[in-house]
């Protein structure tokens, strides 16, 4: 797992270009470098242990898309419950003090510099699925593939990430399997937003000729790309990236 330190939000950054050249939504440009920074730290942290950790909410959507689309209240991470205690161990060595919150078993909390980070821990079940490894719901599975992704980036950062189809999963059905959650006008904008890019991205992939090195899976036809967004089910080749256009190896 290796990162790059974060380039400047500025205005509102692509992955791997530069400043977008539309007009960008009010974004508190302060509080969202400081969320960068906290990130870049929790990646290199967990490097430093051999511990995985995904992001998984907003800032997961925005490491997809390559660019800021909103403020974020805080940055959401999955991790397994194995690693909690070494994870927890070299995050308080960084300034980062433990905050009460739910069931241990179930999500670690911490806050620095004035900012939250949630990380929602994960265990697998006698068939192998990942699942909730603490709290009342112990057990319940989490979307198939969801960890499957390749990483996402903003700027020159790169991080392990949610896919983006678990995402819209989590973002949709959270509410019915909470109810005491609500729906969210955020999560109803942010599952508009992946679905309007994973939308573009099949429609460019599919317009591609034969041997572009696009790699589609075989049970539903769904394109893969560099960022491995589909998930591999039973059946379905492993998503490539295009050699053509890989980017420099990096784990995240």
């Not at 903003?154 to 819209?168: H, M, R, T, Y």
């Not at 992939?205 to 967004?229: D, H, I």
């Given at each position: 797992?290796?990162?790059?330190?974060?380039?400047?939000?500025?205005?509102?950054?692509?992955?791997?270009?530069?400043?977008?050249?539309?007009?960008?939504?009010?974004?508190?440009?302060?509080?969202?470098?400081?969320?960068?920074?906290?990130?870049?730290?929790?990646?290199?942290?967990?490097?430093?242990?051999?511990?995985?950790?995904?992001?998984?909410?907003?800032?997961?959507?925005?490491?997809?898309?390559?660019?800021?689309?909103?403020?974020?209240?805080?940055?959401?991470?999955?991790?397994?419950?194995?690693?909690?205690?070494?994870?927890?161990?070299?995050?308080?060595?960084?300034?980062?003090?433990?905050?009460?919150?739910?069931?241990?078993?179930?999500?670690?909390?911490?806050?620095?510099?004035?900012?939250?980070?949630?990380?929602?821990?994960?265990?697998?079940?006698?068939?192998?699925?990942?699942?909730?490894?603490?709290?009342?719901?112990?057990?319940?599975?989490?979307?198939?593939?969801?960890?499957?992704?390749?990483?996402?980036?903003?700027?020159?950062?790169?991080?392990?990430?949610?896919?983006?189809?678990?995402?819209?999963e989590i973002k949709?059905?959270?509410?019915?399997?909470?109810?005491?959650?609500?729906?969210?006008?955020?999560?109803?904008?942010?599952?508009?937003?992946?679905?309007?890019?994973?939308?573009?991205?099949?429609?460019?992939?599919?317009?591609?000729?034969?041997?572009?090195?696009?790699?589609?899976?075989?049970?539903?036809?769904?394109?893969?790309?560099?960022?491995?967004?589909?998930?591999?089910?039973?059946?379905?080749?492993?998503?490539?990236?295009?050699?053509?256009?890989?980017?420099?190896?990096?784990?995240?």
């Open positions: 797992m290796r990162e790059r330190s974060p380039a400047p939000v500025g205005d509102k950054w692509r992955a791997g270009h530069g400043r977008c050249r539309v007009a960008c939504p009010a974004v508190d440009r302060g509080r969202a470098d400081q969320q960068l920074r906290l990130i870049a730290e929790a990646v290199r942290v967990a490097g430093a242990l051999g511990v995985e950790v995904w992001l998984r909410g907003g800032w997961a959507m925005d490491f997809f898309l390559g660019e800021i689309t909103r403020d974020h209240e805080d940055i959401d991470w999955f991790a397994w419950a194995d690693d909690a205690g070494a994870l927890a161990e070299g995050l308080l060595s960084h300034g980062h003090r433990p905050v009460p919150g739910p069931p241990p078993d179930l999500q670690l909390d911490f806050a620095k510099d004035g900012l939250d980070s949630s990380f929602t821990l994960l265990d697998r079940d006698a068939a192998g699925r990942v699942v909730v490894a603490g709290g009342p719901w112990a057990g319940a599975p989490w979307p198939e593939g969801m960890l499957d992704a390749g990483p996402g980036r903003i700027g020159g950062l790169q991080c392990a990430i949610v896919g983006p189809q678990a995402q819209i949709r059905m959270m509410p019915v399997w909470d109810p005491s959650r609500p729906r969210r006008t955020k999560d109803a904008k942010d599952i508009a937003r992946l679905e309007a890019a994973l939308g573009r991205l099949f429609r460019i992939l599919s317009a591609e000729p034969a041997g572009s090195g696009a790699v589609y899976g075989k049970a539903e036809g769904r394109p893969c790309t560099g960022r491995t967004w589909a998930p591999r089910q039973r059946g379905q080749v492993r998503c490539q990236t295009p050699r053509a256009r890989q980017d420099p190896k990096e784990t995240a």
